[in-house]
């Protein structure tokens, strides 16, 4: 090999440098970066060492390596110092995804045909629909959730009508997981109706049309067409209800009456009345590991949908 073979231009050495300084969409999405990096990753990071902390003795923790947190999880520490299988918190987080999952297919089941009457309505009137279907968004959370507790609550709206109707006076349908389940229901509707409307909306009334000259029924067009066509939308949809619904705490709280717990108001009580923030901050790393296994399940599904041809 010759000297001429091994020499390389000094504006080839400084060009990757000069490009680097110059890249304009480098500095311009330094600001977003950063904010991502100190509002969503640092604090991520500090939650999963507070996990692996020792708990301190009058609450908070010590920077001690400890894995106790994860521990108490599925074991107990008995009298004796042994280790006890306990089921109770594997009981919270069942229920949790539960009681996710079940918001999610409510709102799915109701958020289709919603979505699909909106988009099929004049433009002045899919633009109102849309609006009300966001209106909620302009009340507070908890104003929402203290409606359903008027509706729902003893003397309420539902009973005093059902009272008129010959059903036993005095009832109350608060306080169990049924009325946790219908105000997250309420809460997340929205947030399903409106990417599902998007989809829909952008679905072809031809191909509804030639479903339907092939001698296909409703049902066929809505299994073999429809569905199939608006698959991203509902992905987003359920998506956007059911990792939020894992960390509800308000509707466990009010409506539940914190009888049936859930594993945000579990993360909530270790963070404050309980004083275990080791054990707190390992119950969110264990529900943020499992969003994080459901987000990928996910991902996998719809590129392997996406490949089929």
């Known amino acids: ?78 009298w004796t110092g042994e280790l006890e299988f306990t089921p109770q918190y594997l009981l919270i987080i ?18 289709v045909p919603v979505a699909y009457f909106i988009s099929r309505q004049p433009p002045g009137r899919k633009a109102a629909l849309v609006y009300l ?34 059903f036993p006076a005095g009832m109350s349908f608060m306080f169990n997981d049924g009325a946790t389940l219908t105000a997250m229901v309420y809460t997340a509707m929205p947030l399903m109706v409106l990417p599902v409307f998007a989809s829909i909306e952008k679905l072809d009334g031809t191909l509804i049309e030639a479903s339907h000259d092939l001698y296909g029924d409703r049902w066929v067009t809505l299994r073999r067409v429809i569905l199939p066509l608006t698959a991203p939308g509902l992905t ?36 404050g009345g309980g004083r275990n923030w080791p054990f707190g901050a390992a119950i969110a790393m264990t529900l943020m590991a499992l969003v994080m296994l459901f987000l990928i399940f996910t991902a996998l599904r719809a590129a392997r949908r996406e490949a089929t041809p």
């Open 1 to 78: 090999m010759t000297d001429s073979a091994l020499h390389i231009p000094a504006e080839t050495v400084r060009a990757p440098r000069a490009r680097f300084w110059h890249d304009l969409s480098f500095w311009g999405l330094l600001p977003a970066r950063l904010l991502m990096s100190f509002a969503l990753i640092l604090p991520i990071f500090i939650i999963a060492a507070v996990s692996v902390a020792t708990r301190g003795a009058y609450g908070g923790f010590t920077w001690d390596f400890n894995l106790a947190g994860y521990s108490q999880i599925l074991f107990n520490e008995g």
């Open 94 to 111: 069942g229920r949790t995804f539960l009681l996710a999952g079940a918001t999610t297919l409510i709102c799915l089941l109701f958020a």
């Open 133 to 166: 279907v966001t209106l909620p968004f302009w009340v507070s959370m908890i104003l929402r959730v203290y409606a359903w507790m008027i509706i729902l609550g003893k003397d309420g709206t539902l009973p005093k009508l059902l009272e008129t109707l010959g």
């Open 236 to 271: 987003a949809g359920a998506i956007l209800v059911f990792v939020p619904s894992l960390g509800a705490v308000l509707e466990p709280a009010l409506m539940g009456g914190g009888k049936q717990m859930m594993m945000g108001s579990l993360i909530q009580l270790q963070f």
